[in-house]
């Protein structure tokens, strides 16, 4: 436990230069305290401890002490996970799913077209109710997925029931890459693109998704960044580059106080454009809104967002396991910063919790969907 709270610690000396000696003086007095509780719990508690999960319980409380909402403590286990997440890439079968409305099991909401589960005869609105004939009822979606999840090239048998009969199929697990943008018109000429994240592929697909709406004849877009979690700068950056006119785009200040900012040449996307966003669209997701506001090329349609204006670098621990620290803060392109203020929609259109889980699992139409509605409406005027 020493050498692990010795290695996590001195990471983040290395990370924050400019605290070195506080921290060297928080290794000294914090791990004897930890040292001697760890001796007492193995010399004097009467029940079984588990070293490991002891370890990882310290560190996780170590980054929850430093009061940041955003940075967070990431075990072994779920390291590797962490990193596909970014890679918009994982090892799976091709599904997602949600909780039916009478806990009778999970439904299959969306099945990927070129996905594993898709040649397996996996359908939406199947039921999905056993996984390696256990039985899934009771469980949450996320213990479901990690049943699923496995190494690449090895199979899950996954028990569904459709039309009043079980079926049981076989599904080889492969390494599936997500889309991260896609596009679709909308009635009178109007595109809409979807932007899942800022994570890796984020601009070339976005850019790639906007034209090709533009050949099938869209004239206004729409970008959706609803329940979009942010993601790398660096695709932000681009992404802005391609739709703006030449000048600042991007602010970031290091904890250092190095400065650096992005801007834009003079190319740009001359189209109406309009972003809808809600209480679930995080960090990049906000500086797009908020740089296409500044520049007045874009109408922000929804509800206001969290305000998340600092970043956060993954850090690895050199044991599997790893910290996400907040190491910087981010500003829009007149320097203003959103933490804790967020973006404010130029028309707000608000949701009920209904709805907003529909938005979510992609299952309200465009019709029913107030916001693109909202939005529709402001590009036609």
């Avoid at 040649?119 to 213990?143: F, H, K, P």
């Avoid at 601009?203 to 906007?210: G, M, R, T």
């Avoid at 908020?290 to 600092?310: D, R, S, W």
Wanted: glycine residues 8%; aromatic residues 6%; hydrophobic residues 40%.
């Amino acid at each position: 436990m020493k050498d692990k709270l010795l290695r996590f610690l001195s990471y983040v000396v290395v990370a924050m230069l400019a605290t070195a000696i506080t921290l060297q003086m928080t290794i000294k007095t914090g791990t004897g305290k930890l040292d001697r509780l760890e001796n007492l719990i193995q010399e004097r508690f009467i029940g079984d401890a588990d070293g490991e999960a002891m370890e990882d319980a310290a560190a996780a409380a170590m980054v929850k002490a430093t009061g940041d909402r955003w940075s967070y403590y990431i075990p072994a286990s779920q390291y590797e996970a962490h990193k596909e997440q970014s890679e918009n890439a994982y090892v799976g079968i091709g599904i997602t799913i949600q909780q039916s409305e009478d806990a009778s099991g999970f439904l299959v909401v969306t099945v990927d077209p070129q996905g594993p589960a898709q040649e397996a005869d996996i359908m939406v609105n199947d039921l999905l109710i056993a996984v390696e004939d256990q039985d899934v009822r009771g469980m949450t979606a996320s213990e479901v997925r990690e049943l699923i999840r496995g190494e690449a090239g090895t199979k899950v048998s996954l028990t569904v029931m459709r039309q009043g009969e079980h079926q049981t199929l076989a599904v080889e697990r492969r390494r599936i890459e997500s889309p991260v943008a896609t596009g679709e018109m909308l009635e009178g000429g109007i595109g809409l693109v979807k932007i899942s994240n800022f994570d890796e592929r984020c601009a070339s697909e976005s850019i790639a998704a906007i034209q090709k709406l533009q050949q099938e004849g869209a004239k206004k877009i729409i970008f959706d960044v609803r329940n979009n979690p942010g993601g790398y700068a660096e695709e932000l950056v681009k992404l802005l580059d391609y739709l703006l006119p030449e000048g600042d785009l991007f602010r970031s200040v290091s904890y250092d106080g190095t400065e650096k900012v992005d801007t834009s040449d003079a190319s740009y996307l001359d189209m109406p454009m309009a972003v809808l966003i809600n209480g679930s669209s995080y960090s990049a997701a906000e500086f797009f809104a908020a740089a296409l506001q500044e520049y007045q090329a874009a109408t922000i349609v929804g509800e206001p967002t969290v305000g998340k204006g600092v970043y956060q670098t993954t850090i690895s621990l050199g044991d599997g396991s790893a910290v996400a620290l907040s190491t910087g803060k981010y500003f829009t392109p007149k320097g203003n910063s959103l933490t804790d203020v967020g973006v404010t929609p130029d028309v707000r259109v608000d949701v009920d919790e209904e709805t907003e889980e529909k938005i979510y699992y992609g299952t309200l139409s465009y019709a029913e969907d107030p916001q693109i509605q909202a939005a529709i409406q402001v590009l036609n005027r």
